[in-house]
């Protein structure tokens, strides 16, 4: 089982617009309301992929009831601690004239000292029965930041991997941990690390110095692809040529595909082909979290991977999976 946590979930909206008009009266012609937030859409394309999945974290007031009824009814499995403070609420404005998503995002609030203890107790149940976790999103504000990395050497004394989908502080202390995959953007890496990386040169050098030991490090680039490193080499994944309704949610997808690929003990090629698949068919969709199964399926094949030589002549134990 694929566990995905996230102590910050949503209660998405999606509103798309033939045209948007600032200053304006402006009419949607579609509006959806469903379970969102970076935990949520990973675990739901998970599910749509055909694996065992749980996603967990807090949820609140009616939305966060709303949240779980649109979990039950799509199918995903979910256990959450119910909290006092309402789940928050995004929005994301999609215009069709000019292609463009434009996301409105409600800040989390504190959910309270005790609550923190429910959600430990929860965590270690799981434990045992999982195979892989998936950490992702902001942290609540009352969060102590090496929350997420506290976990990991629990998560593998139970020889389970963990994805860690952070960024700033609480990224930097999961960095220390071997065997843990990291996985964020191109700007969250920069804010982590304090580089500029906005040369390609500068980031794989980045990569390479900061992947963790016998993990992964995966930066995505979106229209661009992503790359991986394992601290000795690093792989490139071109994304297929799409036109995109969205892209909200497309980060999600990827780490989705990106947990499929490495439960399942992929090679890291094979993996980022899965990811990157994932990732494109979110963005073929106005919801974000939401791909087609065939989609995925039919992308993964256009999907070219590049790999690096290594900087030793020793085969690298990544080169052979990460299983």
């Given at each position: 089982m694929i566990v995905c946590l996230g102590t910050t979930p949503v209660f998405q909206r999606t509103m798309v617009f033939d045209r948007?008009?600032?200053?304006?009266?402006?009419?949607?012609?579609?509006?959806?309301?469903y379970a969102s937030g970076k935990s949520i859409n990973v675990a739901r394309v998970i599910h749509t992929l055909g694996r065992d999945v749980i996603?967990?974290?807090?949820?609140?007031?009616?939305?966060?009831?709303?949240?779980?009824?649109?979990?039950?009814?799509?199918?995903?499995?979910?256990?959450f601690v119910r909290v006092a403070p309402e789940t928050r609420q995004c929005v994301?404005?999609?215009?069709?004239?000019?292609?463009?998503?434009?996301e409105l995002v409600e800040e989390s609030s504190s959910v309270g000292p005790e609550v923190w203890e429910t959600l430990e107790n929860k965590l270690t149940e799981l434990l045992p029965k999982?195979?892989?976790?998936?950490?992702?999103?902001?942290?609540?504000?009352?969060?102590?930041?090496?929350?997420?990395?506290?976990?990991l050497p629990l998560a593998q004394?139970?020889?389970?991997?963990?994805?860690v989908d952070v960024v700033g502080e609480p990224l930097r202390l999961a960095m220390a941990h071997r065997n843990a995959i990291l996985k964020m953007n191109r700007d969250e890496l920069a804010i982590t690390i304090g580089q500029d990386l906005s040369d390609d040169s500068a980031?794989?050098?980045?990569?390479?110095?900061?992947?963790?030991?016998?993990?992964?490090l995966v930066v995505t680039l979106g229209a661009g692809g992503a790359i991986a490193s394992d601290g000795r080499q690093c792989w490139r994944a071109a994304s297929p040529k799409i036109t995109p309704v969205s892209?909200?949610?497309?980060?999600?997808?990827?780490?989705?595909?990106?947990?499929?690929?490495?439960?399942?003990g992929r090679e890291i090629a094979d993996t980022m082909k899965l990811a990157i698949a994932c990732g494109a068919a979110?963005?073929?969709?106005?919801?974000?979290?939401?791909?087609?199964?065939?989609?995925?399926?039919?992308?993964?094949t256009q999907v070219v991977v590049i790999e690096s030589e290594p900087r030793s002549s020793s085969p690298s134990p990544s080169r052979r999976g990460l299983g």
């Open positions: 948007v008009a600032t200053d304006r009266v402006n009419r949607a012609v579609q509006v959806s309301d996603a967990t974290g807090f949820a609140g007031g009616s939305r966060g009831e709303a949240l779980c009824r649109d979990l039950d009814r799509a199918g995903v499995p979910h256990d994301t404005v999609i215009d069709r004239s000019a292609g463009t998503a434009t999982s195979k892989l976790w998936v950490f992702s999103g902001t942290l609540a504000p009352d969060a102590a930041e090496d929350f997420y990395a506290r976990w004394q139970h020889g389970a991997r963990v994805i980031l794989v050098q980045a990569m390479l110095a900061h992947a963790p030991l016998e993990g992964l892209a909200v949610g497309s980060g999600d997808s990827f780490a989705a595909g990106l947990a499929v690929a490495l439960s399942e979110n963005a073929l969709t106005p919801l974000a979290g939401h791909v087609d199964r065939e989609t995925v399926e039919r992308l993964q």
